[in-house]
């Protein structure tokens, strides 16, 4: 996700001499990455991308936290002021009276923590200017001060807030449940939601739902025009439960991209009193009930223990302790137990870090603190070496694939045919097209269109098209794809092989001679051409790849020479069904004087074939060579 | 056995084919002078002797002729005009896919550093595209990668069947394989992610560096980017780490290349590239191996760490080629592939 905030915005937290420019720059190389800084005005625009495991970094408290660990590597002043995380608390609210909700929690599990404080004599209006221009600035939609508010905390503190029309809540009470499969709500943006049940929501009492928690509010609880009491409402939920029903609902809203991440506990407290602060001045509110805070499951203080020497070990190159513990004082964290007591480890000794309540669910094991270590100290610092050279062996198969595969594609390039690669699924009517079976084909669920619904069984479908849609582009064309294809097994997964394809629009003795061109090349002798297939002028063939591997000979079988007569002699045949060439081929193999038989001509069905006789340890006669031929 | 005619016959041969069908006729197996060696057996035996001397008297006649005539021949061809400046012969020029071009490379660039290069499947089930990579079921991460399921029954305890939104379900089976470090792997393979625009294509291909040994750290990281960038993109190219996110790495960067365009300045003569806008393209994502993932692979990670990185190749063909539109490398259009 991306989060917009501004310069001035930030300064409101942060005390920095960094210009907008170096604020970017720095803290892309060792923090958050800041897409872009746009003037607006007399603003800067910061476009940040947040990582899904910093979420406390959606917010301009968070990237103040981050720029004063960051800045200060590159010689800018940067401190935090006016922390409201640290400054705020309940105690700075003063309870009302009179008026109360009655809250049944039916699952701890649902809401880590659920606060929530009533308002009176609220009156709707506009915000102030500052909120509404940094609102344009961030991109969120101006639309009254008390949703204005709200959403400008949310970017402040990044903790969104939810305010309901207490007066439109019947009974004043609320049940916060799981939905029951089926359930329906209408959301603010009035859409009605079926719910699939499991989905953390608020029902009044009623069996009325009116919250579909940290998700979108319902609309018949809404603030209005007339809103005179408002319930705020800041809470953390259980963030697999939010992220299953934004997946499930389709509701990706702002607040849901914040809660399926999970959010800090310890910060809704900063959030309930900023937000009351804004509310009482800007709105005119005043508290009438007292702060309903139900938070069963404080958590404990996260501890982790390691040493300094681990740092050099996974970084490569030492850094200071002092460094270490600075860079990791200014994200946050503290270091020894006792905060007072502050930096007193000696040199050497073992570093216990607490984690701030804002980091828990993203830093878990060493190797967490020694990356906040790495990016703040600079990786622009850490030097360049190669690791130790090692001999680790391929194994034998895996070799041959990518040995045989650069050695057919080598030659058939030099054979000039065009190498081709396609996609590796391919649509219903091609392989029907193809004659193939569309049943035997894995298909996916979730294909983006119905060209590329079904995972190749064979790589000719795919050829054949390339072939005809190259029609008119070139004369001959002669194409080849060395692919796998993926056959399916039951219950497991595909068997994925390797298989060579070829097509021409030339004619079957074209493709034929290619095939027996690779056999050539690769010394192969006693594997069969496969079937040469004519589908709308396309000449296809198919070659098993691994089978190709496996008959292959490195080095062709070595003849000695000899000083001996070799004797010609061509004979002419009546070819026909019984008499074909691989026949009388085979017959006159039955010689042990034939050495080879070229083809001369053939015209008709007359076929002149030329065949080469003699022996390597005497000189044969013509005769000898004639009566050979003769038993043809 | 008069010479004079066969010389006359030779001499109205017209080139050099003509010519030796006259030789063949004349001197061949079957021709004229063994033609009347043959018939020595029918001459008298007082005069065999002398029959013998003039037929191979005739025979030395007729080369001689052929050899003269041949000279001539040639030299009347040599004084006609010959356009040196026509083509040659013409010789067939297929051509290699970009993206094989580009493996190539790649391994061999990683081979001299002691990378074998793997196959592993393109269809895995979701344990080695997520789980295996410390990426649990409903994870927000797996948001980040689109994936294109199979419709068929999910495994019992591996999950449903999916195409490799990545190459880094090598990873997992890589350290299976091997046992114990050291690993050196390079993984080049077809993945594939729903999404298809001017930008994206169904199907791509990616290599991932996959190293293992006792002691790794960052420093071998960025030596083995240093490494590729100038190797790959050309001496001089620079790269730079920033911080980023992945659960299969800890810490996790993102790595940019110098641009070579602008030389990183982002700048030609005082107008901004329009190669990288900033000085730097932005290569992939890489980072050192979560203890996580070695444990899963069984390495131990108290006594051995690592590095890895995926990019995609249709990406640094791109930065390298600026071959931007890649939906021509899989359109299969001749134009296209016969450039290579």
């Known amino acids: 996700m991306n989060?917009?905030?501004?310069?001035?915005?930030?300064?409101?937290?942060?005390?920095?001499?960094?210009?907008?420019?170096?604020?970017?720059?720095?803290?892309?190389?060792?923090?958050?990455?800041?897409?872009?800084?746009?003037?607006?005005?007399?603003?800067?625009?910061?476009?940040?991308?947040?990582?899904?495991?910093?979420?406390?970094?959606?917010?301009?408290?968070?990237?103040?936290q981050e720029a004063q660990a960051i800045l200060p590597m590159f010689g800018k002043k940067a401190k935090l002021k006016l922390n409201p995380l640290v400054n705020l608390k309940f105690d700075q609210i003063k309870p009302g009276s009179g008026f109360d909700l009655k809250v049944d929690i039916k699952n701890p599990d649902l809401v880590s923590r659920f606060t929530s404080l009533i308002f009176d004599q609220v009156q709707i209006g506009d915000s102030p200017k500052f909120i509404q221009g940094r609102l344009r600035l961030a991109g969120v939609k101006v639309i009254n001060n008390v949703v204005d508010i709200s959403n400008y905390l949310m970017i402040t503190l990044g903790q969104p807030i939810h305010m309901?029309?207490?007066?439109?809540?019947?009974?004043?009470?609320?049940?916060?449940?799981?939905?029951?499969?089926?359930?329906k709500l209408v959301t603010l943006d009035e859409k009605e939601i079926t719910l699939p049940g499991g989905d953390i929501v608020i029902e009044d009492g009623s069996g009325k739902l009116i919250d579909l928690c940290g998700i979108m509010g319902g609309l018949n609880s809404a603030i209005g025009p007339k809103t005179k009491r408002v319930l705020l409402f800041v809470q953390t939920y259980n963030k697999s439960k939010i992220r299953k029903t934004t997946m499930t609902t389709g509701q990706r809203t702002i607040a849901a991209t914040f809660f399926e991440k999970g959010l800090d506990e310890e910060r809704v407290v900063a959030t309930t009193v900023n937000v009351t602060q804004l509310l009482e001045k800007y709105?005119?509110?005043?508290?009438?009930?007292?702060?309903?805070?139900?938070?069963?499951?404080?958590?404990?203080?996260?501890?982790?223990?390691?040493?300094?020497?681990?740092?050099?070990?996974?970084?490569?190159?030492?850094?200071?302790?002092?460094?270490?513990?600075?860079?990791?004082?200014?994200?946050?964290?503290?270091?020894?137990?006792?905060?007072?007591?502050?930096?007193?480890?000696?040199?050497?000794?073992?570093?216990?870090?607490?984690?701030?309540?804002?980091r828990v669910n993203d830093i878990n094991i060493p190797e967490d603190i020694i990356e906040e270590v790495a990016r703040v100290y600079g990786y622009h610092n850490i030097p360049s070496v190669l690791q130790p050279a090692t001999y680790v062996s391929q194994p034998k198969d895996m070799e041959d694939l990518f040995v045989f595969q650069n050695r057919i594609k080598i030659f058939l390039k030099h054979l000039g045919l065009n190498e081709v690669i396609n996609y590796s699924m391919i649509s219903k009517g091609m392989i029907e097209d193809g004659g193939l079976k569309v049943e035997e084909h894995l298909r996916l669920s979730n294909s983006i269109s119905e060209d590329i619904e079904y995972l190749r069984i064979s790589l000719l479908p795919s050829l054949k098209k390339n072939i005809k849609e190259n029609q008119g582009k070139k004369d001959v064309l002669r194409l080849f794809e060395i692919a796998k294809v993926y056959l399916p097994k039951k219950g497991d997964l595909p068997?994925?092989?390797?298989?060579?394809?070829?097509?021409?629009?030339?004619?079957?003795?074209?493709?034929?001679?290619?095939?027996?061109?690779?056999?050539?090349?690769?010394?192969?002798?006693?594997?069969?051409?496969?079937?040469?297939?004519?589908?709308?002028?396309?000449?296809?063939?198919?070659?098993?790849?691994?089978?190709?591997?496996?008959?292959?000979?490195?080095?062709?079988?070595?003849?000695?020479?000899?000083?001996?007569?070799?004797?010609?002699?061509?004979?002419?045949?009546?070819?026909?069904?019984?008499?074909?060439?691989?026949?009388?081929?085979?017959?006159?193999?039955?010689?042990?004087?034939?050495?080879?038989?070229?083809?001369?001509?053939?015209?008709?069905?007359?076929?002149?074939?030329?065949?080469?006789?003699?022996?390597?340890?005497?000189?044969?006669?013509?005769?000898?060579?004639?009566?050979?031929?003769a038993k043809l | 056995m008069d010479s004079k005619k066969y010389e006359l016959e030779i001499n109205s041969a017209k080139n050099l084919v003509e010519l030796s069908e006259l030789e063949i006729k004349f001197l061949g197996r079957n021709g004229l002078i063994n033609d009347l060696l043959s018939k020595i057996k029918d001459i008298p035996n007082d005069e065999k002797r002398e029959y013998g001397q003039k037929v191979n008297e005739l025979k030395t006649e007729i080369k001689k002729y052929i050899e003269i005539k041949k000279l001539n021949v040639s030299k009347q061809i040599s004084e006609e005009f010959f356009d040196k400046t026509m083509p040659g012969k013409a010789y067939p020029k297929g051509s290699l896919h970009i993206v094989s071009l580009a493996i190539e490379e790649i391994t061999k660039i990683f081979e001299k550093i002691g990378f074998i290069r793997v196959s592993y499947p393109e269809v895995d089930w979701e344990y080695g595209a997520f789980e295996s990579l410390n990426m649990p079921a409903n994870h927000p991460a797996r948001d980040d990668v689109e994936t294109s399921f199979i419709d068929v029954l999910a495994h019992s305890t591996l999950g449903k069947m999916v195409l490799t939104p990545h190459t880094s379900n090598g990873q997992n089976r890589e350290m299976k394989r091997v046992g114990k470090p050291p690993i050196r792997m390079i993984n080049i393979s077809k993945c594939?992610?729903?999404?298809?625009?001017?930008?994206?294509?169904?199907?791509?291909?990616?290599?991932?560096?996959?190293?293992?040994?006792?002691?790794?750290?960052?420093?071998?990281?960025?030596?083995?980017?240093?490494?590729?960038?100038?190797?790959?993109?050309?001496?001089?190219?620079?790269?730079?780490?920033?911080?980023?996110?992945?659960?299969?790495?800890?810490?996790?960067?993102?790595?940019?290349?110098?641009?070579?365009?602008?030389?990183?300045?982002?700048?030609?003569?005082?107008?901004?590239?329009?190669?990288?806008?900033?000085?730097?393209?932005e290569l992939g994502g890489t980072g050192m191996v979560h203890p996580n993932v070695l444990k899963e692979g069984g390495i131990d990670p108290s006594t051995s760490s690592g590095w890895a990185f995926g990019f995609g190749i249709e990406r640094v063909i791109m930065m390298k080629y600026g071959l931007d539109d890649i939906r021509n490398y899989y359109s299969g259009d001749i134009r296209f592939l016969e450039q290579f």
């Open chain 1, 3 to 64: 989060i917009k905030i501004t310069y001035n915005w930030l300064l409101e937290y942060l005390d920095t001499d960094a210009t907008p420019h170096e604020m970017q720059k720095y803290l892309s190389l060792c923090g958050p990455s800041v897409e872009s800084v746009e003037k607006i005005g007399d603003d800067y625009v910061f476009d940040i991308e947040i990582t899904s495991n910093r979420i406390d970094t959606a917010s301009v408290i968070g990237i103040a």
């Open chain 1, 164 to 183: 309901f029309d207490y007066d439109k809540i019947s009974n004043h009470h609320m049940i916060v449940r799981e939905s029951k499969k089926g359930e």
């Open chain 1, 283 to 358: 709105c005119h509110a005043k508290v009438v009930s007292r702060i309903n805070d139900i938070y069963p499951k404080k958590k404990d203080k996260k501890l982790l223990v390691m040493g300094y020497e681990i740092f050099e070990k996974k970084i490569g190159v030492k850094i200071p302790e002092k460094t270490i513990n600075d860079i990791l004082t200014n994200l946050g964290f503290s270091i020894t137990d006792d905060p007072n007591q502050g930096l007193t480890l000696p040199e050497g000794q073992t570093l216990h870090i607490t984690v701030p309540s804002f």
């Open chain 1, 495 to 629: 068997n994925e092989v390797y298989k060579v394809g070829i097509a021409t629009n030339t004619d079957f003795s074209d493709l034929k001679g290619i095939i027996e061109a690779i056999y050539k090349e690769l010394n192969i002798h006693n594997l069969s051409v496969p079937e040469i297939i004519e589908r709308d002028g396309v000449f296809l063939a198919e070659l098993d790849f691994q089978s190709l591997i496996n008959n292959c000979q490195l080095m062709p079988k070595y003849k000695p020479l000899h000083p001996y007569a070799i004797i010609k002699l061509d004979k002419t045949f009546e070819i026909q069904p019984q008499t074909t060439y691989a026949v009388v081929r085979q017959k006159a193999f039955k010689s042990e004087l034939l050495q080879k038989i070229e083809v001369v001509t053939l015209y008709q069905n007359k076929l002149t074939l030329r065949f080469y006789y003699s022996s390597p340890d005497r000189n044969i006669t013509e005769d000898e060579a004639k009566t050979e031929l």
């Open chain 2, 192 to 281: 594939y992610r729903p999404n298809w625009d001017t930008t994206h294509t169904p199907m791509f291909h990616q290599f991932e560096g996959l190293c293992v040994d006792k002691e790794i750290s960052i420093v071998n990281l960025k030596g083995t980017l240093d490494y590729f960038a100038e190797k790959y993109f050309g001496a001089g190219t620079k790269t730079r780490l920033r911080p980023h996110h992945f659960q299969f790495t800890e810490p996790s960067f993102e790595v940019d290349i110098s641009c070579n365009n602008c030389q990183g300045t982002a700048k030609i003569n005082g107008v901004k590239c329009k190669v990288c806008k900033s000085g730097w393209l």
